[in-house]
């Protein structure tokens, strides 16, 4: 799965298009995620001799296919490449500025350069 958790999504498809918002969790097995102030439900309590009925708001998971990521560099919802240097590990790169996705791997990068 090319998202991960602490990106900032834009949700391409559904009731919530044209959305952004940061992913808080991944589940990889069913390909979905959940992000903050997207598809959110209301759950209705039914009230019990030790406490009320209450409403609870929470965001439902949904299709990672109806999000794309969001640059922090140009600030544009793109498509995930990935690029591999001869030493070190495979990272996440934007197909549109070709900077990296990974926020530890571009703060380690910046101070290598200086």
Known sequence: MRVKANDKILVIAGK?????????RVYKKTEKITVEGVNVRTKHIKKTSTHAGQKIKYEAPFSVSNAMVVCPNCEKATR????????????????KC?????????????????
């Open 80 to 95: 995930v490449a990935y690029k591999i240097p001869k030493e070190g590990t495979k990272f996440r790169v934007c197909k």
């Open 16 to 24: 919530y298009k044209g959305k952004t918002g940061k992913v808080m």
């Open 98 to 114: 070709g900077e990296s996705l990974e926020q530890a791997v571009a703060k380690i990068e910046k101070k290598k350069k200086a």
